[in-house]
């Protein structure tokens, strides 16, 4: 039985963490921005999901994910492609070092999170609720689908991050691989220069980049709220150094890389702690340790590129996405 809840909690992290990773991975090689404020995309994607939770069942009886999702997308497209106006994008263009720009990310990482510590308090003022701790979330339209395919006692987030990662991260590579958007997004990636050239306004590409980008890794938070017992503004500061870690073991370049570290990272948390608690009695919190475990053998056995500019990826060709 625990084998059994290793495997799923595996498969659900493995989700969860590549609709963070992939989005990130795509958004450095177009900015070049090794971007801290994901933590709090996915903190007000959750909070999209508090939001609306608790005004929308008082109001028509009912939550639902679509309606969510897609308002989690927005928002926190917005506020993606707001932070690269008026941030990023001014210091990028005084030609400023990547680590000023990653100062810059952390910075702007503090200051969305306790704004939405006083959005969540003064909401909950007004509505007399506890906003800045919540509950876990069932949505209306899980329930009625989960009914429809026979499968009413299944915990909601067992649909939910099936459901949510499969479908933002398909159509996101299907837009990558097959739209001009994409091909655009893919040629700035690549080279930049070369693209500006065959006449790719870089611009354009890296404000959408920004916006697709902070909206898809938003939708890891609307997967939380289905799983946690308690949604916080702290949400994504949780997740976030594991996101970082399955980004460097990608290289910051190649999804196929990120992926596997997706599945690498979970397994190394589910069935690593579940292994030192069974057999060595070591407790659960050693989670986190075994996440740095693997990022510090990553970056002294691999270095990617964007990180201190390592060899493993400097000379090898066809580095596409």
């Known amino acids: 039985m625990l084998i059994t809840q ?17 989005p990130l991975v795509v958004a450095y090689r177009v900015t070049k921005v090794i971007n801290f404020t994901v933590s709090t995309y996915i903190a ?13 069942r008082r109001s028509i009886g009912g939550n639902y994910l679509l309606v969510t999702a897609v308002a989690s997308f927005i928002i926190v497209g917005a506020i993606g492609y707001l932070s690269n106006l008026l ?4 210091l990028s263009n005084k030609r400023v070092k990547p680590d000023v720009l990653m100062i810059a990310s952390m910075g702007l990482w ?3 999170k306790y704004i939405l510590y006083v959005i969540s308090d003064i909401a909950g003022y007004f509505w007399k609720a506890n906003l800045v701790s919540y509950g876990q979330i069932n ?19 067992y649909i939910v991050f099936p459901l949510v990662a499969g479908t933002s991260i398909t159509l996101f590579l299907i837009m990558l691989g097959k739209t001009r958007v994409g ?3 893919l040629a700035v990636a690549d080279n930049p220069t070369l693209a500006a050239l065959s006449g790719v306004s870089v ?7 920004w916006f697709i980008t902070s909206g898809l890794i938003s939708l890891a938070g609307v997967m939380w709220t289905s799983y946690s017992g308690a949604i916080t503004p702290e949400v994504g500061d949780s997740l976030i150094l594991q996101a970082f870690t399955i980004a460097f073991i990608g290289g910051l370049t190649s999804i196929t890389r990120t992926a596997v570290g997706s599945l690498l990272i979970s397994g190394v948390e589910n069935f690593g702690t579940d292994f030192l608690s069974t057999y060595l009695g070591v407790p659960a919190s050693v989670k986190p340790m075994l996440t740095f475990t693997v990022l510090i053998a990553t970056l002294i056995i691999s270095p990617p590129l964007g990180a201190a500019g390592g060899i493993p990826y400097r000379f090898r060709r066809g580095r596409r996405i």
Do not use: H, W
């Open 6 to 22: 290793d495997l799923v909690s595996f498969f659900l992290f493995s989700l969860l963490y590549l609709t963070i990773s992939i």
């Open 44 to 56: 007000y994607g959750a909070y999209t999901g508090v939001m609306l939770d608790y005004y929308l």
């Open 87 to 90: 941030v990023f994008k001014p």
């Open 110 to 112: 503090i200051v969305f």
């Open 139 to 157: 949505y209306s339209d899980v329930a009625s689908l989960a009914s429809r395919l026979g499968l009413s006692g299944v915990q909601e987030s």
């Open 183 to 185: 091909r655009a997004i």
């Open 203 to 209: 611009s354009r590409v890296e404000n959408l980049t």
